[in-house]
């Protein structure tokens, strides 16, 4: 499996800031992607980093709150602006893995980035 | 949209035991895949399912891949503290785009010492 680091581990922010997370990748990787993780609660994907092309949201997300770029294939950034409490999660990337039978290969996921938006 | 019901939410044991958890659906998938994520982490894959009725180990974990594709569970064997943390199924639905996984709400582990 590839190994994953995030930046900033952590984070406290005020409301109406915005934050840009910085996920970088050992290896080259076709498939990277974010997550969000409220308190408590699973993930949920946000979007998928598409190398040289916008970034795909899923239904609820939208490109003007969650800027994503995809420079290369090792290395992805989650911007998440104009803060407000209800931002306050769990950000994660995945990339998918290159191992198994199937097309739908399993995703192996960085350390995370707790923000806390006050 | 695809939703996975994990159950049960929540388990504290005594070490030692075995723990058995599930995850189900109302639509087929074509892969289950088993996480565990400890606090301040990120989920680390701990099982992956490729094939209806596959049943996979991995040390004292076991995990199947119902016959039905809608449905997996995974017991932990004789268990021990570092086994405490939440415990997430997941998996691409069929018709889904590629790399879309959908994921369980969780089973919270707690063993007592």
């Known amino acids: 499996s590839a190994v994953i680091s995030q930046k900033p581990s952590r984070d406290i922010c005020q409301r109406g800031t915005s934050l840009t997370i910085q996920c970088q990748v050992d290896s080259q990787v076709t498939m990277m992607f974010w997550y969000r993780q409220q308190p408590g609660q699973s993930l949920t994907l946000i979007a998928t980093a598409n190398q040289g092309s916008e970034a795909t949201y899923e239904s609820g997300f939208v490109i003007d709150k969650f800027p994503i770029s995809r420079p290369n294939l090792t290395f992805s950034t989650l911007t998440v602006s104009n803060m407000s409490p209800e931002d306050s999660s769990i950000y994660l990337c995945?990339?998918?893995?290159?191992?198994?039978?199937?097309?739908?290969?399993?995703?192996?996921f960085g350390p995370g980035t707790r923000l806390t938006v006050l | 949209g695809q939703q996975l019901n994990q159950s049960p939410q929540s388990m504290f044991i005594q070490e030692g035991e075995d723990v058995s958890m599930n995850c189900t659906s109302s639509s087929i998938f074509n892969t289950w895949l088993w996480y565990k994520q400890d606090p301040g982490e990120g989920p680390v894959l701990l099982i992956a399912l490729y094939k209806a009725g596959e049943l996979t180990s991995n040390g004292r974990l076991t995990a199947q891949f119902g016959i039905t594709r809608k449905d997996s569970f995974l017991n932990i064997s004789a268990s021990i503290p570092s086994d405490v943390g939440i415990y997430f199924c997941?998996?691409?639905?069929?018709?889904?785009?590629?790399?879309?996984?959908?994921f369980g709400q969780g089973t919270i582990l707690t063993v007592h010492p």
């Open positions: 997941a998996g691409p639905g069929k018709g889904t785009s590629y790399g879309k996984l959908t």
């Open positions: 995945s990339v998918e893995g290159v191992a198994g039978p199937s097309p739908y290969n399993e995703q192996f």
